[in-house]
Nanobody, 124 residues
Framework: VQLQAWGGLVQTGGSLRLSCVAS????????MGWFRQAPGKEREFVAA????????YGLDSVKARFTISRDGAKNTVSLQMSSLKPEDTALYYC???????????????????WGQGTLVTVSS
């Protein structure tokens, strides 16, 4: 299983869409999600899209600004980010797992597959 994602540089208040492509997933029933890690901080859960298409957001600070979506036919998960702030600057990681229980979604050690991380920089 391989996950590839692409980020970028954006100004405060701007928007950016992250996309992640999953290749060779062993099952069609898998969850996909996003974590982020800022310098000197722990990795934190941003959002997940269950195989049932239920959306779960981990951070109150992003619920109104970020939207996670998936194109199942293309094995792609996207994170549309708007009204970006400098504190959103971080490495963003795409992740995938088959059959996670709800209480494990925010635990990075529970996820099996990880992308290489893509840097999002929000300039002030």
């Amino acid at each position: 299983v391989q996950l590839q994602a692409w980020g970028g540089l954006v100004q405060t208040g701007g928007s950016l869409r992250l996309s992640c492509v999953a290749s060779e997933m062993p099952s069609s029933r898998y969850d996909m999600g996003w974590f982020r890690q800022a310098p000197g901080k722990e990795r934190e859960f941003v959002a997940a899209l269950r195989w049932t298409n239920a959306r779960v957001y981990g951070l109150d600070s992003v619920k109104a600004r970020f939207t996670i979506s998936r194109d199942g036919a293309k094995n792609t998960v996207s994170l549309q980010m708007s009204s970006l702030k400098p504190e959103d600057t971080a490495l963003y990681y795409c992740t995938a797992h088959a059959g996670l229980i709800y209480s494990s979604l925010s635990n990075p050690t529970a996820w099996n597959y990880w992308g290489q991380g893509t840097l999002v920089t929000v300039s002030s």
